[in-house]
């Protein structure tokens, strides 16, 4: 089967034309040699595809069916359907020139019950996405396994208190480890889709969650075993399917990398979307990451203001984004991650040039975020006035309060002697105006 579609007929390669383009085939904002504090766009932004969104969501949901119809479905044979998607997705992400894309192993390839063949289908699309990977230059910035939809995870994977369920989780986690590495993949991510509870009354929380730090340890001792060099990512998100995950969100997770011992291997790759569920912003769980040396990847997306669930519409809230953007710029980009967009169009969204529609639309609102940001901390008024605001630390009994040297009686003492702080404004609305001007 030849390794290359014409499913997009008559949309041609996705080209930067500048802002005073009306072209919707082109972008606007993304231009991926333009140099931007020290690195191209492109080395920035480590754009990604989300082959599972793109390719495998069908437009369903619980009250309708597919919208998105798929012609390689009615291929008979799994491995000929699965190689007949692939040659769609590379077509796509070429033409957007998509430097990476990620996936899950059930999206590469339909599974079976039966773990023998599951690997052996999985290792024939792998040896087929890496004959395109050598022909497009794009590259997998993570794969992980699906141990959240079969009914065997019900109750969890890891944390399953069926030792059963436990380990055909990790003969997926294996395959897709072996996949991975065999594509030369950057990090391979962890995503507890059901790794917690529905009810205390069923649940022995302290036992599974030895089991999930358990399960993680031997994963990563068996890739690194394999030769794998790259991170292990840890994906927050605080519930849904599950009424309470352990991976409630960037703290959380951080605290228990650090219990297990597992911190050196591990970083975060932190969702729009599960931070909102998390009652966070995005800017909160990044900076938790940033300031812990752990933020690794983004899944970018958006939720929706009237609804409470995982939406994960395409980003477009330039605000956001340049908020983001100026932590990630301080935290010095990601630690092998990139920017994966784990969003899916609409249902009603029928059109092949949707989907070229939406990812345009997220890439240009990243690469102009980027540009905000770098102009914002090239300016230095916003840097200045968080500083000063901390000014009172960086000498006398301030520094020494740092530096371990106060006790709280002499904090007691200075307090009396000093007598009550000045008012000093936080001066919200002035930053929020300064990030607006450079939009």
């Known amino acids: 089967?030849?390794?290359?579609?014409?499913?997009?007929k008559g949309i041609g390669k996705i080209t930067y034309e500048g802002t005073k383009s009306s072209n919707p085939l082109a972008?606007?904002?993304?231009?991926?040699?333009?140099?931007?504090?020290?690195?191209?766009?492109?080395?920035?932004?480590?754009?990604?595809?989300?082959?599972?969104h793109s390719f495998c969501g069908n437009g369903g949901d619980p009250f309708g069916e597919p919208t998105h119809i798929f012609g390689w479905n009615d291929i008979p044979d799994a491995v000929d359907r699965a190689k007949a998607k692939m040659d769609v997705a590379f077509e796509f992400m070429a033409k957007l020139s998509l430097p990476f894309y990620c996936f899950h192993d059930v999206d590469v390839v339909d599974f079976t019950d039966d773990v023998a063949d599951n690997e052996k289908r999985l290792q024939a699309l792998t040896a087929y996405a890496l004959q395109h990977q050598k022909e497009s230059g794009i590259q997998l910035l993570w794969g992980t396994a699906n141990l959240f939809s079969h009914r065997r995870y019900m109750n969890g994977a890891a944390t399953n208190p069926d030792f059963q369920a436990l380990a055909h989780g990790a003969a997926q986690v294996k395959a897709a480890m072996d996949a991975t590495i065999a594509l030369g993949g950057q990090n391979y991510v962890f995503w507890g889709g059901r790794?917690?509870?529905?009810?205390?009354l069923n649940t022995n929380m302290k036992r599974e969650q030895e089991h999930l730090a358990r399960f993680l340890q031997v994963a990563r001792d068996y890739a690194r075993g394999q030769g794998f060099k790259g991170k292990f990512f840890i994906e927050p998100k605080p519930c849904e399917p599950t009424k309470h995950q352990y991976d409630y969100d960037c703290?959380?997770?951080?605290?228990?990398?650090?219990?297990h011992d597992l911190l050196n291997d591990f970083s975060l790759n932190i969702e729009v979307n599960h931070a909102t569920l998390a009652?966070?912003?995005?800017?909160?769980?990044l900076q938790v990451a940033a300031d812990a040396g752990l933020l690794g990847s983004i899944d970018a997306n958006r939720g929706d203001y009237q609804n409470g669930w995982d939406t994960d519409q395409f980003p477009n809230n330039i605000?956001?984004?340049?908020e983001a953007m100026l932590i990630i710029l301080e935290a010095g980009g990601f630690g092998g991650g990139g920017i994966n967009f784990d969003a899916k169009i609409r249902r009603n969204?029928?059109?092949?040039?949707?989907?070229?529609?939406?990812?345009?639309?997220?890439?240009?609102?990243?690469?102009?975020?980027?540009l905000v940001a770098d102009a914002i901390l090239q300016d230095g008024e916003y840097t200045k006035i968080r500083s000063d605001?901390?000014?009172?630390?960086?000498?006398?009994?301030?520094?020494?309060?740092?530096?371990?040297?106060?006790?709280?009686?002499d904090l007691r003492n200075i307090a009396a002697g000093k007598g009550e702080p000045a008012v000093k404004s936080g001066r919200q609305e002035y930053l929020e105006n300064l990030v607006n001007r450079f939009i």
Not at 251 to 259: D, E, K, P, Q
Not at 355 to 361: D, K, N, S, T
């Open 1 to 8: 089967m030849s390794t290359h579609s014409n499913h997009f």
């Open 195 to 200: 790794e917690g509870y529905m009810s205390l």
């Open 319 to 322: 605000n956001e984004l340049a």
């Open 251 to 259: 703290a959380t997770v951080i605290g228990f990398l650090r219990a």
């Open 27 to 52: 972008f606007r904002w993304y231009d991926e040699n333009k140099i931007v504090a020290g690195k191209t766009m492109k080395e920035h932004l480590r754009f990604a595809c989300a082959y599972w």
């Open 279 to 285: 009652g966070h912003t995005f800017q909160h769980e």
């Open 349 to 370: 969204s029928t059109d092949p040039e949707d989907l070229f529609h939406a990812h345009i639309g997220g890439m240009d609102t990243f690469a102009r975020a980027l």
């Open 389 to 409: 605001r901390y000014a009172s630390y960086d000498h006398g009994d301030g520094k020494a309060f740092e530096e371990g040297k106060l006790t709280l009686a």
